[in-house]
């Protein structure tokens, strides 16, 4: 069962979202009005910077030189 202050619903027609609440929505809100965006933008801003952390911290294993120890 979901809290009282969570609300379902589809981000521009694409995606559901179900857990952002009401706290997290004005601070969305604030955001977007402060970048001249909608929420909807500051959402997958976010997005694309969170996969963008993991690919990037996926790739540093690959950069890691090992070396053999005597």
């Not at 004005?26 to 690919?55: N, T, W």
Request: hydrophobic fraction near 40%.
């Amino acid at each position: 069962m979901r809290p009282s202050n969570v609300t379902p619903f589809v981000l521009e027609g694409r995606w559901t979202l179900d857990g952002l609440d009401q706290k997290t929505m004005r601070s969305l809100s604030k955001e977007a009005k402060r970048k001249r965006m909608g929420v909807a933008d500051v959402i997958y801003e976010a997005v694309e910077l969170f996969v963008a952390k993991c690919e990037a911290e996926a790739d540093l294993e690959k950069k890691i030189i090992k070396f053999r120890r005597r």
